[in-house]
């Protein structure tokens, strides 16, 4: 990684638990150093890698392992022929992305991508603004990561959403208000207690998680 870079003007930040730019509000990103990836991310080298270290971010990959997301990825693909004859296509396969570990869902891969990269920044506790997969993933893979874990959701949330979070011992509160006043009130909380929330101001470094689907 050698920035986050704003997808609308190009602006260069440091790689800190920011999210927006302040110039125009538009989305940061993780910008690489190709030039230098280019002389060492050989086929070989990947292949000689871990399992679960693909191409992230190589200092979140590295602790990737040890801190949680171990089992993230490397789903199976299923052949759906009866699918594929009902669409008229030759052949189909469906990425079964519901067998990743610790909790069952896709979320799974991008909440391990921000809390590695949460706690290489030096990060001892992690949130999220959340309607149920996400807050189980942090509080999951937190749990795993020996990370405090906060989530907020709103109040009027079914409990079978979130007993999975209560299970793995996050702290869950829940606002008074829709998921668009959950998410407001984080951003505030993210800034006023420093907390890494990892759809808030670790959405770069998420982001980067979301972008291994084919594996
Ligand atoms: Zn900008």
Redesign the pocket.
Known sequence: MKALK?R????EYPLEATHV?E??F?PLEVAYDYERIKKSLTREAIQSRPKTDVALPRAAADRRGADGGAQVGFTPLIKADRLAKKLGIRELWIKNDAVNYPTLSFKDRVVSVALSRAKELGFTTVACASTGNLANSVAANAASAGLKAYVFIPSDLEHGKIVNSLIYGANVIGIKGQYDDVNRLSAEIAGKFGWAFVNVNMRPYYAEGSKEHGV
């Not at 609308?8 to 602006?11: F, H, L, S, V």
């Open positions: 704003c609308e003007c190009g602006r730019c110039f125009d538009g």
